[in-house]
């Protein structure tokens, strides 16, 4: 069985700031990993994911995650933050091979301020 | 290229009174579909997923019910809806046989339950 742990509903930072948002995960087989993020009022859009392959994910926005198999954890960062990056953001897992439901994190809100 | 239509976007209902939210795929054949519904300060549940036409599974008992009358039709269902059926509910799909894209998602539905 899969599950994600998501550290912090709410993170607040700074425009121009370091975003971090951390994300746990277990599963019993090796993992696909996913980052979500979801503006208000609307569905929820790719990120990034993780698969196979290199450990450091690039993704939409300016957001990167890297997959550590030792920590188990799927970080999504962005060295600086921008107004428009506030939203609520979602890590999910999912087990490999054959059919499996996507597991999500119960969320992450974050705020930019200028 | 595939996309999701959901809708509609709000609506209001009173208590007792039935349900039917629809969700369409277009652009793919075979798609795995399914029901979320994200309450307001509260993670994603998944309530319904369908891996083909008449195969509903179900992930919570509830009020709702599901189904899928055409390969890229999925419909979320209610006869008498309660106050706590109030909620976001988001339409996804991804490819039949493993979630390795991820899930894309429709715009979502707002249904407030009066």
């Known amino acids: 069985a899969q599950s994600v742990t998501q550290l912090g509903s709410h993170v607040s930072v700074s425009e121009g700031a370091l975003v971090l948002l951390r994300c746990n995960y277990s599963?019993?087989?090796?993992?696909?990993l996913f980052w979500y993020v979801q503006y208000p009022n609307q569905g929820l859009q790719l990120l990034l994911k993780y698969t196979t392959g290199a450990t450091l994910v690039k993704g939409i926005n300016g957001f990167e995650a890297e997959f550590k198999k030792s920590e188990t954890s799927f970080h999504l960062t962005k060295p600086s933050a921008h107004m428009s990056d506030a939203a609520e953001y979602f890590c999910?897992?999912?087990?490999?091979?054959?059919?499996?439901?996507?597991?999500f994190g119960a969320g992450t809100r974050l705020a930019v301020h200028p | 290229s595939q996309t999701i239509h959901q809708w509609p976007a709000t609506l209001v209902q009173p208590v007792g009174s039935p349900l039917s939210l629809e969700c369409t795929v277009e652009g793919t054949s075979n798609p795995n579909l399914y029901w979320y519904r994200q309450a307001a300060g509260r993670g994603l549940q998944l309530l319904f997923y369908?891996?083909?036409?008449?195969?509903i599974s179900s992930e919570v008992p509830q009020n709702l019910s599901a189904s899928r009358p055409q390969d890229r039709q999925f419909i979320l269902s209610s006869k008498k809806l309660l106050l706590s059926d109030s909620g976001f509910y988001l339409c996804?799909?991804?490819?039949?046989?493993?979630?390795?894209?991820?899930?894309?998602f429709g715009s979502g539905t707002r249904l407030t339950v009066v």
């Open positions: 599963s019993s087989v090796p993992p696909y």
């Open positions: 999910a897992v999912s087990g490999s091979g054959g059919y499996n439901k996507l597991i």
């Open positions: 996804a799909w991804s490819e039949l046989g493993g979630p390795e894209g991820g899930y894309t």
């Open positions: 369908s891996v083909g036409i008449g195969q």
